[in-house]
Every structure is written in structure tokens, then in C-alpha cells.
């Protein structure tokens, strides 16, 4: 496994992973409080603006993150506060096409997280496991039609909420976290039909652990986060595909996996026709998994509770539609390593997390049809500080 790239460098944080205890009393044992019994979870909007959308795109950043103790996730919601001027149709990715950028970078320029569409990174918060209900399509504030938009997701970098691990030191307003945003077309998100732009309001919002005390209850307190600094990194790749036998290779590995998402798109589009069936994943020459489309839908269904049929029904045409709440999204296969909790991704230990090296093959062997030109691989990596497992 190749080292890790360099640590968050706005940390600031102040005092060790445990505060020094006083002696103990002859025959007593102190324990020390762990972080997130000893912090408290908080919400701070650091971004706010109106805007429409033009022929042209437009960005929005970079914005300065909030600098405030340590980061859990930054949260992007997309209010829809007037309609258009006209009926438009809601394209295929929209409304979270509103974006075709969503980034976030260390102040030293190092890329943290970065996709190249809003829903990409719907698809991420949707498949990720960073909370109880994950869906935002299933959002009660979601809205999408030809003419107004309402969604919001996550930008995650804590792994789990059960220790904070994977949050990160965020104190020097000096030196903050970049967000960048850059919005869509009116075009690419609403058609050629839409009159004049609906009116949104984007906001972003801070989620973040409180500094805790070094003391409580008469016991030492874990002051940061475990293993701070340890990242979680999710980037992108797009893959040219050649219908028939075909190796569609993620690479640039070398850090433990968490989790791929993998999106087949014809000339752009998502689509499900030409997936192949089944589906090898091959690590190094080594067949890991051998899937066929139906398990890959029921795998889908049984870890994340997408795609089902509609209570009280019993036919494949009351399948919960694509792309709607509680549906699977359509060209989408996502592949956890994250679940030792069955029906949880997300809250994991890491024992299944998946050690790789640069030198490493991992693919996507079989026979790719229909019109499938493209393979987009959104790759979520852990990069540890010390030793994460104990």
C-alpha cells in the first residue's frame, strides 16, 4: 500500500487524542470519556445566495468554509424560492444537475473531495451510509418538475458517527477548507423549452463536533477526534468502454477502499441496457465477486433498501420507479465495503474496508452492449492515521 498523501493542514487543534489524567486513588481505575460523549454536534451556515441560471455556467466559489472546530460533513441545499417563466422539462440527472462541480479542497490546494455533477454527489449521499435514512430523493422538502427544484445533499469526510472518526481539525479561520461550486445551463437542467430561470437559493452548511472539555465528571476526555486526520477522499474517474468483452479498469488505488459507485451512461445518458450480465469484479487476475444483473438489483435491495416492489403488491411492473424515492437510480450499481452491519452501510468498523496498491488491476470484467460508451467510477478511499482497526 502506497503512503498516505499528506494530512488535512488546517488542523490548529489544540491538545492531544487524551487529556493527562490525575492520579488515581489507590485501587480505582480512571476510563477516559470518548470524543463524541464528551463534544456536541452543531449547524452553521457559512453560505447563502440567490441566483438564476443562464445559457452559460456560472461558479459560485471558491467560499471559504467556516472554520469551527472539527468537520463531520458540509451540507448543500438547493431551495426553490420562485418558478420559471415557462414549463420546462426536467432532464434526465435533474434537478441535481443544478451543478456540474462540487468540490472541496485542503488550503494547500490538495483536492478532497470532487465530482463533476450535483448528481454525482446525490448519489454519494444516497449510497454512502452518512446517516439513519439516506435517500434524497425521499427528502420531504424534495420537489422537481419542469419549473422548480428542491433537494439538498451531503459532502461527507467523517466515516462514522458511532467514534467521529474521519472528522476533521478545522480551527484556522486563517486557512480554510475551499467549497467550490459551479452551476449548470438553464438548458442542461430544464431543456431548450424553459422560458426564463426559476429563482434558488443555495445555501451550505457547517456540520461539525463541538472542541470538548479535558475533563468530565472527574475524567480525562479524548479532546480530538480518533486517529485524527485520518481522510476519507472521494474522486471520480470516467472509463471509455468498447462494447463486447471488455476491462473497464478503476485506477490510481493504492489506499484502502470504502466504496465505488459505478454509473453506465450511452453517449451521456444513464442507462441500464448493456450492463453486462453478469458482472466479474477481478482483483489483480484474482475473480472477487461474479454478479449477475438480477443480484446486483437484489443486492441493492437488501443492503440499502432501494428498488423494491410497492407495499401491497406482488408484480416486477410495481417495482418503486427509478429515480424516485425509495427507487434504485437507473445505470447505477453501487459496491460497498462498508457494511458489516447488514442494512447500515455506513456504520462500519472497517473491517472490510479493502487494502490496494497503485500497481493493482481492479475490474469490471464483461461483456458491455446496447449503447454504453462510458463508465463513471465515483471511488471513496480511507487514508488512515495510524491504526484504524484497533
Not at 426564463?196 to 452548511?205: D, I, K
Request: hydrophobic share 35%; glycine share 10%.
Amino acid at each position: 500500500m502506497s503512503a498516505a498523501p499528506s494530512a488535512p493542514v488546517s488542523a490548529g487543534a489544540t491538545g492531544s487524542s487524551q487529556a493527562t489524567a490525575p492520579p488515581a486513588q489507590q485501587g480505582q481505575t480512571q476510563s477516559t470519556v470518548p470524543f463524541i460523549r464528551g463534544s456536541g454536534l452543531g449547524r452553521y451556515k457559512f453560505y447563502s445566495k440567490s441566483l438564476t441560471l443562464t445559457s452559460t455556467t456560472q461558479d459560485l466559489g471558491p467560499i471559504d468554509v467556516k472554520a469551527y472546530d472539527y468537520m463531520r460533513h458540509i451540507l448543500i441545499t438547493v431551495t426553490n424560492t420562485a418558478a420559471g417563466g415557462a414549463s420546462g422539462t426536467a432532464q434526465a440527472d435533474a434537478p441535481m444537475n443544478l451543478f456540474t462541480n462540487v468540490a472541496v479542497k485542503q488550503p494547500n490546494g490538495q483536492t478532497m473531495y470532487q465530482v463533476s455533477s450535483g448528481l454525482h454527489a446525490g448519489l454519494i449521499h444516497k449510497y454512502g451510509g452518512y446517516a439513519g435514512y439516506n435517500d434524497p430523493w425521499a427528502d420531504p422538502n424534495f420537489l422537481s418538475n419542469g419549473s422548480q427544484s428542491t433537494f439538498a445533499f451531503r459532502i461527507p469526510f467523517e466515516l462514522n458517527i458511532r467514534d467521529a472518526l474521519g472528522s476533521l481539525p478545522n480551527k484556522n479561520a486563517a486557512a480554510p477548507f475551499d467549497l467550490e461550486l459551479t452551476l449548470n445551463t438553464l438548458s442542461n437542467v430544464y431543456g431548450s423549452s424553459q422560458g426564463t430561470s426559476p429563482t434558488f437559493t443555495v445555501e451550505a452548511w457547517l456540520e461539525a463536533w463541538d472542541q470538548p472539555p479535558t475533563m468530565l465528571g472527574g475524567s480525562p476526555v479524548q479532546t480530538t477526534p480518533p486517529n485524527m486526520n485520518t481522510l476519507q477522499r472521494w474522486t471520480e474517474q470516467n472509463i471509455t468502454l468498447s462494447l463486447g468483452q471488455f476491462d473497464a479498469r478503476v485506477r490510481k488505488l493504492g489506499n484502502y477502499l470504502r466504496e465505488l459507485i459505478f454509473i453506465a451512461k450511452a453517449t451521456g445518458v444513464r442507462a441500464d441496457s448493456g450492463w453486462p450480465d453478469p458482472m466479474q469484479i477481478v482483483l489483480d487476475e484474482d475473480v472477487k465477486d461474479n454478479i449477475s444483473l438480477a443480484n446486483w438489483k437484489r443486492y441493492i435491495y437488501e443492503l440499502w433498501g432501494y428498488g423494491n416492489i410497492a407495499e401491497g403488491t406482488a408484480a416486477l411492473a410495481n417495482i418503486v420507479a427509478n429515480d424516485t424515492s425509495g427507487g434504485r437510480n437507473l445505470g447505477v450499481f453501487p459496491y460497498s465495503y462498508c457494511h458489516e452491519f447488514i442494512g447500515q452501510p455506513g456504520h462500519e468498523n472497517g473491517d472490510l474496508y479493502l487494502p490496494t496498491i497503485e500497481s493493482e488491476d481492479y475490474l469490471l470484467r464483461g461483456s458491455y452492449g446496447g449503447s454504453l460508451t462510458t463508465l463513471v467510477a465515483l471511488i471513496d478511499e480511507v487514508l488512515p492515521q495510524g491504526n484504524i482497526f484497533s
